[in-house]
């Protein structure tokens, strides 16, 4: 948990730092990039991730918690040093699923994968309780599962919370 903590710091500031990406060419060859482990952590199973995609996911949901229609009031944020609402971009199917995918040669780090929020939804995803989880997840699967199909990555809801989120 302390390492994933850190390198969740280290992710978001790499998102800072980057840019996003301007053409579909480059999104498309960033999508279908073959999985990596990250160097130096393979006993954690970590892969690695594209900082521009999560940039890129941030911009296209035009800097607004992509659960502010679903979940009403709970999308406290502030603004950023650039001006634009502060957001984390999060990966709906977790990165820690890639061995799972791998065999099917589907990146999860893809930007049909990435979804921003704001950091009050963001911790809920990853700290709250199981209940609290589903209320949050299950809106954003219901607005990404045919996306996700689309590229190959088929997951159940259940699978999902029951393998990846408790």
Known sequence: DIIDSILEISD?????????????????????????????????????TDPRLAKTAIKNAG??????????????TFKSM???????????????AQKDFIYLGVNLDRLENIVA??????????????????????PLYDLRIAKLKSVGIDIDFDVLINDYYK
């Open 12 to 48: 978001e500031q790499a998102v800072k730092e980057a840019s996003v990406y301007e053409s579909n060419d480059e999104i498309l060859a960033s999508n279908n990039r073959t999985p990596t482990l990250r160097e130096g952590l393979e006993s954690n199973k970590r892969y690695t």
């Open 63 to 76: 800097y607004i918690c992509e659960l502010s229609s679903s979940i009403p009031g709970s999308h406290h």
């Open 82 to 96: 650039n001006g634009t609402n502060y957001l984390e971009a999060h990966h709906l199917v977790p990165m820690k």
């Open 117 to 138: 929020l704001c950091p009050t939804c963001h911790k809920a995803v990853h700290y709250g309780n199981l209940s609290e989880k589903v209320k949050y997840l299950k």
